[in-house]
């Protein structure tokens, strides 16, 4: 995590190895003594490398290794105005000791470039020393480490895309600093399979701090929504819901949108088709339970429904798809670690995954139980191309908080892919957004 260089002490070498070589203007904030910029500038002659420490005896050291130092309070004091933006901004280990973190990201966007980047390290709270201490009854905190007493804000790995997407960034997880108890892990699966948490939830675990990349959200749509929306959503898990779907800032208790949950549906088209009737907004999403829409989306959603203007109500909208024909890939979406992003953006597809889809209160279009709770968003897609109509991708970032990463799907999964391509005699094979399948000679079917 800390790496020495003589002259330059230690400094994060996580993010020095994360900054791209081409950045020339760098921004620290809480660079301490200047160490980091101090080895940036060592690294490349032509970098402007300023840094920002409100502690007087660091920053004095650091006021004469940086080409620029600001003492100020980024939470509560205005920002410099006369430098220019800035390709990289860093908070190594620093977002945690802010009373609103995503306030500052919010703050500090206009200091960045059009292609500019926010680097930070942030521990981990799902790191298993503070799991084995809880279980303990133990949350004591520490001079240093992932309880260091001056830690004000606590993150977890969704924790930290959920606060990115709000504050009005594209993230990416770029690395992990990783610090394992394989042994306690195994001791714990139990538990883990009771919560129905996959491998993903393993390696957090065994993660002690996150490194992060993030980039401006493009914002070429007016901020401004256009009227209610309805929500859809089928709940078998109410805690996954209440922390992800439920908590989504634009469909709170105060906003204009209607929010309907079914608990127990057998299908989703039990429940997504009754939408069709009960709905009064113009648009319908029909979106998972752990789904995150981040602060905006709504609008974001709405406007570019306005500037496309499909000619008819037969489509289905979603937030990343595939073509059939060549197996591009279109949308944007954080899922669970990894981060889609597959411009052109809206696109024709056709195929969109069934976690969230956008479809008109008129549609004529109708959901097929037989397919259960699989492949039904492939499904959708192919009903309206059948009917004279268009399956698209929006540029509409969110997070797609599922726990089972395992790669073992149930066997209602496999079910529901026979059943698609029982019902689409006329295709062979169908590409969808997770696999695909194929009809054997002899009647069986294959997923890839």
């Not at 920002?79 to 280990?93: K, R, T």
């Not at 591009?328 to 954080?334: A, K, N, P």
Request: glycine share 8%; proline share 5%; charged share 25%.
């Amino acid at each position: 995590m800390k790496k020495k260089t003589g002259v330059y002490d230690t400094f994060n070498s996580a993010i020095f190895e994360s900054v791209p070589t081409d950045a020339l203007r760098i921004l620290d904030f809480g660079c301490d003594t200047g160490n980091l910029g101090a080895a940036l500038k060592n690294q490349d002659s032509r970098r402007y490398v300023a840094g920002v420490e409100i502690s007087n005896e660091p920053a004095s050291i650091a006021e004469s290794r940086l080409d620029r130092l600001y003492r100020f309070n980024v939470e509560k004091d205005p920002l410099p105005e006369d430098e220019e933006p800035f390709d990289v901004i860093i908070f190594a280990d620093v977002l945690e000791h802010l009373y609103d973190p995503q306030a500052c990201l919010e703050k500090i966007l206009p200091m960045l470039s059009e292609h500019g980047i926010v680097l930070c390290c942030i521990p981990n709270i799902q790191h298993h020393s503070i799991i084995s201490g809880l279980l303990r009854g133990d949350f004591q905190y520490k001079d240093t480490g992932l309880l260091d007493r001056t830690h004000i804000r606590f993150f977890t790995l969704s924790g930290i895309q959920k606060m990115f997407l709000d504050a009005g960034y594209l993230p990416r997880n770029i690395g992990e600093v990783s610090l394992p108890n394989e042994a306690l892990c195994d001791d714990l699966a139990p538990v883990m399979e009771k919560l129905g948490c996959g491998v993903l939830n393993r390696k957090n675990m065994n993660t002690f701090q996150y490194v992060f990349s993030a980039k401006k959200q493009p914002n070429e749509y007016p901020q401004e929504e256009t009227g209610g929306m309805t929500f859809v959503t089928c709940v078998n898990n109410h805690e996954v819901y209440a922390d992800n779907l439920g908590v989504s800032p634009d469909i709170g208790e105060e906003s204009k949108h209607r929010l309907l949950y079914w608990e127990g549906a057998p299908s989703a088209a039990a429940v997504y088709n009754q939408a069709f009737d009960s709905a009064n907004t113009e648009y319908i999403c029909f979106v998972h339970q752990d789904v995150y829409l981040p602060k905006g989306w709504v609008a974001r959603v709405q406007q570019q429904l306005l500037s496309i203007r499909p000619e008819h109500d037969n489509w289905v909208a979603g937030v990343f798809g595939i073509r059939l024909d060549n197996g591009r890939e279109s949308g944007t979406l954080v899922d669970r670690s990894v981060f889609l992003d597959r411009p052109p953006y809206p696109s024709e597809v056709g195929s969109l995954d069934e976690v969230l889809l956008v479809m008109p209160a008129k549609s004529r279009l109708r959901f097929d139980s037989a397919l259960g709770y699989h492949f039904f968003g492939t499904d959708i897609c192919l009903q309206a191309g059948r009917a004279g109509g268009v399956a698209f991708t929006l540029d509409a970032p969110c997070i797609h908080n599922s726990q089972t990463v395992d790669d073992k799907y149930p066997n209602a999964f496999y079910q529901s892919g026979v059943a698609l391509m029982k019902k689409w005699i006329e295709y062979p094979k169908l590409r969808t957004a997770v696999c695909r399948l194929t009809r054997l000679k002899d009647g069986r079917i294959e997923f890839h």
